[in-house]
């Protein structure tokens, strides 16, 4: 069953299955077709995310375990509604519930899970061979020992661990003896010589590490999934699941840290199909594609989760025209000349180097077999030195996530990833290297048997080059790059091209109609649990592209009232994060203040945005980082914020802009919201969006939306406003009731007219008119016989071209009539029907005898609009 829209949940200790069944009839007003939830599976039992799976072969008890998910499956089944779940088979949490690694520390190699995880038993200078880095103690393990904080306890099983402050490792059976009897520090290391893991201060992680994890994330371990054995081990639970017809589907989390995506999405859909007697499952895959990068056919996917929307639509929303002077604003101030490219290679070279060692190890251990075969000798008179820096440079400037197992037989072949990062490389290169660098790219390239395949040691390098370019790749541009380079802070986030602050509009309908005849089954997301900034902060950011000079006054004057609170540290915080700040603020500024806020509320919002100001502050890694927090410079960074904000005329300065910019920013929020309602894809709703999203970064978007309070005063299923109350939402829009009774109205006009939408062409309309740039029209036009063409118009860039009704007494985010002088949207290759009815507000538009369709009869009541020819 393919989804017609999904509502994305996140699951956890505060939203369980009991809760999602009490909201069932909820979702059903809503007008979903799927539940599309966040992991079930057993995680960490302090998890908030469920990504930090322990046991994927049982459902999670905090959630409501199996049972519980199988009657909340019924309770959707009886309102029509199915489910989707997320699966991580990348890597799971590595914490003492996890039995499988548990077994492994207590056994080593000679465990039956040994083979489960990507582990390297050879050892090297800093890991005994047989042995498991464990980097995990907060001092260093000689200050441990000479205090003698080591202990032994045992489990209600009478299974004996090592203890440390709270922290349990599985002894060996045969030292439970030696280390009870343990009383002085050479005793300790006799116990810890013998043991199967290499107990160590954690900043070994770093550059010893010899098992492979997520990014850099020494609590998740990843697991071998390419392996037969224990491919059946990760999915059993999930293949009975579908068989039963409990899920419909999945999401893959981090598709591109396995070894071979491809591979697993194939084996995944056969399995699937297997267990279910021929039933296809709906698969989509967590992929971040980059520089015009295309999601390859042959993984046999249904598509992505839809990062690549959200950078699509995003840009869509953005004024190119504001480009050069928000450019302006950000190098004239901050003083950085960089563009994002820069900041991203930068931040890759830093990450390697502080973060990443262990997994740069790794790929010069597979390119070591490979010098060590060449026939010619060349590598080896390279030398390894002279290779790390080539694997160094060319990860840095690699374009895109990673390259793949199978690329020499791809219908479209690396070489223009090559190209691109090989000439990248070079500029951070002697010349050197530049021979052995053309060996590396070579290397990654070629095929080593008659086949055309890449085996043995090509294959192996191959894999860790690309286990370590993908990590770095989303450490990089999503996290440091993203938050070191502020020119629009609504164009920094997950999946989007922060180099590119716009998208013209006939990029974005060829665009779309390539995803409806190659991906019309793909996820549409506009917010996810990832997302830096709520869909609604960056709809209201991305006004600021339209009066980029506005914009740069307003900046101005704050710094310079701004400038007193510095006086106990002068550069806390610096100018960069000031502007980031500033941006911050009123993105997130919350719609529903049209006046000073109380104390309370406004003492809320602050330790909202202090939490994002110390995260934004670790990932940027300059002045303070997660490895290495400097103390001081947040405190004066949180002081900073606390007088700026117990400063009235500030906080007044920031309601009057808010209070400028807001309509527009609604408009564009419900322009967001059509867009990914009608383009061709399968659209998710994330939870916390049915109202205005003024979400930050985790976890302030991930906190739990009761979905029955949320709907409590929402229309009888199917039933929409009519023109008047449309009119009347308008007027109100602050409260979020507009948004919420849109994507109602939208969900269940999908339903109605699912032919066009699911799997119908998208043909892009053209408009004539002085106001044509700031219309978004085109058709869904399902297969012959199966129903009308459905008319999509929707509004963007209104701010200054058209004029946003914005008064004290009535703050409008719709356009006015008169404004639209004369424009029209050209129907007359879809049909000549005389007339034209509104599905969203039942008005009916006369058509021109040339097959014309005026604006303002389109967008009176609202700035989107769904037609049908009558």
Not at 232 to 254: P, S, T
Not at 607 to 630: C, F, H, N, V, Y
Request: charged share 20%; glycine share 6%; net charge negative.
């Amino acid at each position: 069953m393919i989804p017609l829209a999904t509502l994305r949940i996140q699951f956890n200790a505060d939203y369980t299955f009991a809760d999602a069944m009490r909201d069932v009839p909820a979702f059903a007003t809503l007008g979903i077709s799927h539940l599309y939830a966040s992991p079930v599976w057993t995680a960490s039992p302090e998890s908030t995310h469920g990504y930090d799976v322990v046991d994927p072969c049982t459902v999670s008890e905090t959630l409501g375990g199996e049972a519980g998910l199988r009657h909340l499956r019924d309770s959707l089944k009886a309102h029509g509604i199915g489910l989707i779940v997320d699966i991580v088979p990348n890597h799971m949490g590595n914490g003492h519930r996890n039995r499988w690694w548990q077994d492994v520390l207590r056994r080593g190699q000679q465990s039956a899970y040994a083979p489960y995880f990507d582990i390297d038993w050879d050892g090297n200078a800093d890991v005994p061979a047989g042995k498991v880095l464990l980097p995990v103690l907060p001092e260093p393990l000689a200050d441990i020992l000479s205090q003698r904080k080591l202990s032994v306890v045992r489990d209600a099983r009478g299974n004996a661990s090592l203890a440390y402050d709270g922290a349990r490792w599985p002894l060996a059976p045969e030292t439970v003896a030696l280390a009870e009897a343990a009383r002085t520090e050479q005793d300790w290391r006799r116990v810890l010589a013998r043991q199967h893991f290499h107990l160590t201060h954690w900043p070994l992680a770093r550059d010893a590490l010899n098992w492979r994890r997520f990014f850099d994330i020494t609590s998740l371990v990843a697991v071998r999934v390419e392996r037969p054995e224990v491919f059946d081990a990760v999915h059993g639970l999930l293949l009975r699941l579908f068989a039963d017809g409990v899920i419909d589907g999945v999401r893959i989390d981090h598709v591109d840290g396995l070894s071979d995506p491809g591979a697993y999405c194939r084996r995944l859909r056969t399995a699937l199909r297997e267990a279910a007697d021929g039933r296809e499952p709906w698969i989509v895959v967590e992929k971040i594609l980059m520089d015009s990068e295309r999601l390859d056919t042959r993984w046999e996917t249904d598509g992505t989760t839809g990062y690549d929307f959200m950078n699509d639509v995003g840009a869509l929303l953005h004024h190119g025209d504001g480009t050069t002077e928000l450019c302006a604003l950000w190098r004239n101030t901050t003083g950085d000349t960089q563009n994002f490219g820069a900041h991203v290679r930068d931040a890759r070279l830093q990450l390697i180097d502080e973060r990443f060692g262990s997994e740069m190890n790794r790929v010069i251990k597979a390119l070591t077999s490979l010098i060590d075969a060449d026939p010619t000798g060349r590598a080896r008179d390279a030398g390894i030195a002279c290779f790390r820096r080539c694997t160094i440079a060319l990860a840095a400037s690699f374009p895109v996530y990673r390259c793949y197992p199978d690329w020499p037989n791809a219908a479209e072949a690396p070489n223009n990833v090559l190209t691109t990062a090989m000439s990248g490389a070079k500029r951070l290169l002697h010349p050197l290297d530049h021979a052995a660098l053309a060996l590396l790219v070579m290397w990654l390239t070629s095929a080593d048997s008659d086949a055309g395949e890449p085996s043995g040691p090509h294959r192996d390098l191959r894999i860790r080059f690309a286990q370590i370019t993908a990590p770095l790749a989303a450490k990089a541009v999503e996290d440091t790059a993203g938050y070191r380079w502020g020119r629009l802070l609504s164009r920094n986030d997950v999946g989007s091209n922060a180099a590119h602050l716009s998208m013209p509009l006939a990029d974005f309908h060829a665009i779309n109609a390539y995803r409806a005849s190659h991906w019309p089954r793909a996820m549409l997301s506009t917010a996810t649990h990832d997302h830096k900034r709520g869909e609604d902060v960056r709809a209201r950011l991305a006004v600021l592209s339209e009066i980029p000079h506005g914009w740069a006054q307003t900046v101005s004057a704050w710094r310079a009232e701004n400038d007193r609170f510095r006086a106990a540290a002068p550069d806390a915080p610096d100018v960069a994060h000031e502007l980031m700040l500033y941006q911050t603020l009123v993105g997130a500024w919350p719609c529903a203040w049209h006046s000073v806020p109380t104390t309370a509320a406004l003492r809320a919002f602050v330790e909202r945005i202090a939490q994002w100001q110390r995260k934004a502050m670790r990932e940027s890694g300059i002045r303070t980082s997660w490895l290495a927090p400097d103390a001081e410079y947040e405190a004066a960074c949180d002081a900073f914020l606390e007088r700026v904000m117990g400063t009235t005329s500030f906080v007044d300065s920031i309601q009057t802009f808010s209070d400028a910019i807001g309509p527009a920013g609604a408009l564009n929020g419900l322009t967001q919201l059509f867009l990914r309602m009608t383009c061709p894809g399968v659209p998710d709703t994330y939870q916390a969006s049915l109202r205005w999203d003024q979400t930050l970064v985790d976890p302030d978007n991930r906190r739990a939306v009761h979905f029955s309070a949320e709907m409590a005063d929402a229309s009888t299923p199917g039933a929409l406003p009519d023109d008047q109350q449309w009119h009347s939402l308008m007027d109100r829009w602050r409260d979020g009731d507009v948004k919420r009774s849109l994507l109602c109205a939208l969900l269940h006009r999908r339903k109605q007219f699912a032919p066009a939408f699911m799997l119908g062409d998208y043909v892009a309309l053209t408009t004539h008119g002085p106001c044509a740039a700031q219309v978004v029209a085109f058709a869904r036009v399902p297969a012959p016989g199966e129903g009308s063409p459905v008319v999509c118009v929707a509004t963007r860039h209104a701010t200054r071209q058209l004029g946003v009704l914005s008064t004290a007494a009535s703050p409008v985010p719709r356009v006015r009539v008169q404004d639209w002088q004369d424009t029209v949207v050209d129907v007359s290759v879809l049909s000549r029907a005389p007339r034209w009815r509104g599905l969203i507000d039942g008005v009916r538009v006369p058509a021109t005898a040339s097959g014309m369709l005026p604006l303002a009869d389109i967008l009176a009541a609202l700035p989107v609009a769904l037609l049908t020819p009558e």
